[in-house]
């Protein structure tokens, strides 16, 4: 019954479990002499792209950053450093850890931060102002520059108008392949002076992980020349390729070497700078073999443009202005969208969560046909189980989706849905038994795309089946099995009020999709004995129970009432959503409200889907939680859905627990749904030029905004 196939990703590791806390942050947006912006995050997305390519920097490392390694979002370190030389001086800016200070200077950190497609350092050396930004593009509806597995960084120099000598260092190691003991080195020149330098696994079997990082594809790093710069290359022991650097500000002229501990490094001499100048390097992971679905080879979506590496990072790189252009009115506009939505703290979660929210998902198409009419996303759970196209993965993050470009919904659930009755995946008992949770799920999502797109072709081949899953929800939806929600930590329960809502929303859904009323009258017949006749509240109707009957006093957040809302079911009355907004500022903890009665921790996630859903006052203070855990300077991970909220059990509040770089964070847009769906206009400009898919009909808007 449950959707989520073990994945072609292969066997997911439980939850990263190390817990490393630390203790030198303070509120607010001065951390040590550097200031934070728009606010100190736990970890700042270097190059966050897919499951594969998420490259952190751990917030607490910031003011150390010439010494500072980033992280692979599962916490193992990663080697990427960037020397600058001035005027004969290098400066190390970041990732030297064990800096010679004869020979290389540590910056001076000033200002770090972060949007929601950059993460931008400044730093002092010597004279000169030096800009680090790691940019990841977020383009959903851009198919093609989505699913390039790059990521840029830019570096900018702001020296004297009388002239500095400027020469620019980056380098990477085998810790980028998941298995440096066994990395091997792979170095291209071409004739329009890219430079590329791969990095690999010798043997490696093709989709195997260790450690999560895959094994099978390549880490890169590349560039080319400038019309201002010449581009040098070397690899070999780190402390002599940075030496080299250090001394000639050139790399040319030695030999390459590549063993255990090495250095793939790239320099651009830019000469004498007067003014500003800045160099593009690319950095990244590619799999050409990208997932491996139920058998069949499906490769990124470029590659039917684009098939080499070659042509690939070429592109990247001739593509910078355009990508950088439209990611500049996406930070604005999500910023702008989401301060009109909620406030200034809820656009920083806004653009803290959206390369996370991505950096989950592949987009692709086969390998064979390159067919770009047959493409399919696939997300991944990120820490929790590594599992594919986990339905109860995608239902927390659609709100992204379905402001940014709703057709992923339908892009997700397309892989799920061809198989059927096949992605069954779970051979090895470890299917983990949902059978509401899934069933609403599904009706929920299918319903939702339906909605954003207008595409009713689509729904309308699976409808077969959507109706078995709202015939199961018909049968078995009052008097309701033990089993688990989406929330399996919590584990598993009979009758519980918050599956309820899900399936009595999902039946309509289903009537609505299918247009056969009967369903619609279900649904609405089941929200009438939940709330109307109290069966899933307390006696005084102030709240909605964690379990039916006769436990008046639970309770848990009916964060499944949010799609009701959003797509105007009107499943539930106004009433019953009416009555949770003053409830729930009641059991706040010192970071918010807990997921239920019986936990200490919050789901951020589902947290902002409930807050959509509420009067403004008890909306903000969900913000405000949120907001208040994101920048306590207590963790370190990339954004957890999954924190303690309240010290009420004896736990320190405010400490994420398991979950780190989960693309469910694509929740934290609901309360932008209501601007309705594919609202973000500087993406939508794309679209049309772009997109192809079967269905294809025009969008139609409903009133959201
Ligand atoms: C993908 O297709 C290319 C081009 O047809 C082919 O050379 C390559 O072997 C295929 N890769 C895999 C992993 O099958
Ligand atoms: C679940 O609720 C139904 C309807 O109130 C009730 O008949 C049934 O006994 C309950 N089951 C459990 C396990 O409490």
Redesign the pocket.
């Known amino acids: 019954m449950r959707f989520d196939f073990q994945g072609p990703l292969g066997l997911g590791s439980l939850c990263a479990s190390v817990l490393s806390i630390f203790s030198n942050g303070h509120q607010g947006h001065q951390q040590g002499s550097i200031t934070h912006h728009p606010v100190l995050p736990p970890s700042y997305p270097l190059a966050v792209r897919n499951p594969y390519l998420s490259a952190w920097m751990p917030s607490d490392r910031v003011q150390q950053l010439p010494y500072s390694e980033p992280q692979f979002w599962a916490g193992q370190e990663l080697g990427w450093s960037v020397i600058v030389r001035v005027d004969g001086q290098a400066y190390s800016v970041m990732g030297v850890p064990d800096l010679d200070e004869d020979e290389i200077l540590p910056a001076t950190v000033r200002r770090a931060e972060f949007t929601s497609t950059h993460s931008t350092f400044d730093l002092t050396a010597g004279s000169v102002r030096l800009t680090l930004d790691f940019f990841s593009p977020v383009t959903p509806a851009n198919y093609l520059r989505q699913s390039l597995p790059f990521s840029y960084l830019t570096v900018k120099v702001s020296g004297s108008y009388f002239g500095n000598d400027i020469q620019v260092y980056s380098d990477i190691d085998g810790r980028w392949t998941g298995r440096e003991d066994r990395s091997v080195l792979n170095y291209e020149e071409h004739d329009d002076g890219l430079l590329i330098h791969s990095l690999s696994v010798e043997d490696a079997a093709k989709y195997a992980e260790a450690n999560d990082m895959a094994l099978w594809g390549k880490a890169i790093l590349a560039s080319r020349p400038s019309e201002y710069s010449s581009l040098s290359s070397l690899t070999g022991d780190p402390k002599s390729v940075r030496a080299q650097f250090a001394q000639e500000g050139d790399l040319s002229g030695k030999e390459f070497d590549w063993s255990y501990g090495s250095v793939a490094a790239l320099a651009h001499d830019l000469g004498t700078v007067y003014g500003q100048a800045s160099v593009n390097f690319a950095v990244g992971y590619e799999r050409e073999a990208a997932i491996n679905y139920l058998g069949e080879e499906y490769t990124g979506y470029y590659r039917a443009e684009y098939p080499t590496t070659h042509k690939a990072l070429s592109f990247f790189l001739n593509d910078y202005g355009d990508a950088l252009r439209e990611s500049l009115e996406l930070d604005q506009e999500l910023t702008a969208f989401a301060t009109a939505a909620a406030g200034p703290k809820y656009a920083d979660i806004v653009a803290l969560s959206t390369r996370q929210a991505y950096g989950g998902t592949d987009l692709t198409i086969p390998n064979d046909s390159l067919d770009t009419d047959d493409v399919l996303a696939f997300i991944k759970e990120l820490s929790s189980d590594g599992n594919v196209n986990t339905i109860d993965v995608i239902m927390p993050a659609f709100p992204i989706y379905w402001v940014l470009d709703p057709d992923w919904i339908r892009l997700m659930l397309e892989p799920v849905m061809r198989h059927y009755p096949n992605a069954i995946g779970h051979d090895d008992q470890k299917a983990e038994p949902m059978p509401i949770e899934e069933s609403g799920n599904l009706l929920i999502l299918a319903l939702a795309y339906s909605r954003a797109t207008g595409d009713s072709e689509w729904t309308g081949q699976y409808m077969d089946i959507f109706q078995k899953y709202a015939d199961y929800l018909v049968d078995n939806s ?3 099995a033990n089993q688990l929600s989406s929330n399996d930590a919590a584990g598993p329960l ?2 519980e009020t918050n599956l309820a809502i899900k399936a009595a929303v999902g039946i309509k859904a289903f009537g609505e999709l299918s247009g056969i009323d009967r369903y619609s009258r279900i649904g609405e017949e089941h929200a009438n004995i939940f709330f109307e006749q109290g ?1 899933g509240t307390d006696p005084e109707q102030t709240h909605f129970v964690l379990q ?2 006769d436990y008046p006093e639970s309770w848990k957040t009916p964060y499944n009432l949010f799609p009701d809302v959003l797509l105007g079911l009107n499943t539930f009355s106004n009433d019953a959503i009416r009555v949770n907004s003053e409830f729930y500022s009641h059991v706040r903890g010192e970071y918010g409200v807990p997921l239920d009665n019986r936990q200490d921790w919050a789901k951020s996630d589902w947290n902002m889907w409930l807050a959509a859903t509420f009067e403004t006052n008890t909306r903000d203070e969900f913000v405000d939680d949120l907001w208040a855990f994101m920048t306590n300077g207590k963790h370190n991970w990339p954004f957890s859905d999954r924190y303690v909220s309240t010290s009420a059990h004896g736990n320190e509040p405010g400490i994420p627990i398991l979950c780190r770089a989960r693309p469910t964070v694509g929740g934290h847009f609901a309360l932008l749904a209501w601007k309705g769906p594919a609202s973000v206009q500087s993406l939508s400009i794309n679209k049309s030029t772009q997109v192809k898919h079967k269905g294809g009909q025009v969008p139609l808007r409903i009133s959201w905004a």
């Open positions: 009052i008097d309701i009979a009758n069966l039916y009957p």
